[in-house]
């Protein structure tokens, strides 16, 4: 299975995220957005595949949102996703794409819903809790 992970190693959800793609036996394409941002059209295209709006998409904790002052409710989508390509920590993270869809994997485990069922046993975020159990069912 072809699955594309947009990732920042620094991030604990991206980092639990890849691992729950490899748990599943797929060894993903990694993309480290924040050196190599997504074009405008992918960008745009898995937003809208993930079916989110563009600020949904867009990441405020840890970057200069506030400073950008982009919360201004008079900013167009157009607007939103150049500041995104400019400054790609405002691009939320992980997004995920896989032939069965596309998620911003917030929580990581929201990654589940796109990929199969093929989980290669028991599951735990870095923070101890369990996602896949020792069947290789899904917990949470």
Known sequence: MDVT??????????????????????????????DNPPSRTELVRMIGDAGLTVRQAIREKGTPHAEFGLDDPALTDDELIDAMLTTPILINRPFVVTPMGTRLSRPSEVV?????????????????????DAEGKRVV
């Open 112 to 132: 589940l819903d796109i990929l199969p069922d093929t989980h290669k046993g028991p599951f735990a975020k870095e923070d101890g809790e369990l996602v896949i």
């Open 5 to 34: 992970i947009y990732h920042n190693p620094a991030c604990g959800t991206s980092r639990n995220t890849l691992e729950l793609i490899r748990n599943a036996g797929i060894e993903p394409t990694v993309i480290e957005y924040l």
